[in-house]
């Protein structure tokens, strides 16, 4: 029997057994990206092919559990984003968007810098739980770029579409919130932790309050945090003890 806003200690399939089909209204993956970063998670595979066959039995998994209306984010690198995407689409997912996160870092010397990262937005039909105006975005946004001329043919066409607030805009595939710099409050110790800002965007448009999210692979443990934070119940899996009782759990204990 699985339990609500429970971190489980385990493989994510260990996980996924304990769960009933069609239970769950949101997945946010963020998994091993396959020798990007140096961490033994990222290096576990033999091959390409192995990585991938992986891949597919978690996303099989996450179409058993979840809703109808329930929607499947998964975060991966430039060079991998392709074949997941392919493989969610055998698997019966609907490619609804292909979101780019603009983090603002990257060097390279015999490349383009990689200053982005991917996140697949995937559901079951063509009308999702969807909030846009949970996660409408003002002018003076941070997050939004946008140009003069673009923002007053934006606001042109609103004037006619009473279901958007004033000088507010649908969020792009392309979001500038930048990384978890060494020096911010939020930053903890792990290699890919993403921001407070791009989890509550997702948790917000694809979920509603009382909904339960699984975070398959909590690593630093944003997804849990900003579930707390947004009244949605969590079931999460984190295969590292050390992540859940040195990160995770402290990260938790502060919002108490």
């Known amino acids: ?13 260990n996980t996924f057994a304990k769960m009933s089909d069609n239970s769950i209204d949101l997945i946010i993956a963020d998994p091993p990206y396959y020798e990007i970063v140096k961490e ?10 192995e990585y991938y066959e992986w891949a597919r039995n978690w996303i099989k998994e996450s179409k058993r559990i979840l809703k ?16 997941i995407g392919h493989i969610a689409k055998e698997e019966g997912f609907i490619i609804r968007n292909l979101i780019t996160w603009n983090r603002g870092a990257g060097r390279e010397r015999y490349n ?3 200053a982005k990262e991917d996140l697949l937005y995937l ?24 140009k003069k001329s673009s923002w007053e043919r934006v606001q042109y066409v609103r004037k006619n579409r009473k279901n958007f607030e004033d000088n507010k805009v649908n969020p792009s595939n392309v979001w500038f919130n930048s990384h978890v710099t060494h020096n911010s409050k939020e930053k903890v110790d792990h290699p890919t932790q993403k921001p407070l800002s791009v989890c509550d965007r997702i948790v917000k448009a694809s979920s509603n309050e009382g909904d ?7 690593g630093s443990g944003s ?5 707390i934070n947004n009244n949605r119940n969590y079931i999460a899996s984190e295969i590292s ?10 990260r938790l204990k502060d919002l108490q």
């Not at 329930?70 to 991966?76: A, D, K, M, R």
């Not at 339960?212 to 909590?218: K, R």
């Open 1 to 13: 029997m699985i339990e609500l806003n429970k971190i489980y200690n385990e493989d994510c399939f």
């Open 40 to 49: 033994d998670w990222d290096n576990q595979w033999k091959s390409e092919e």
């Open 68 to 83: 109808e209306s329930g929607s499947l984010y998964i975060w991966n690198w430039f060079d991998k984003i392709c074949t």
């Open 112 to 114: 383009w810098a990689s």
């Open 123 to 146: 559901t079951l039909t063509d009308k999702p739980t969807f909030n846009l105006d949970a996660v409408l975005i003002g002018q003076d946004d941070p997050s939004r770029k946008m």
């Open 212 to 218: 339960t999210v699984y975070i398959p692979f909590a």
């Open 223 to 227: 997804e849990i945090v900003s579930c």
């Open 241 to 250: 003890k050390k992540y859940i009782e040195e990160i995770i759990k402290p």
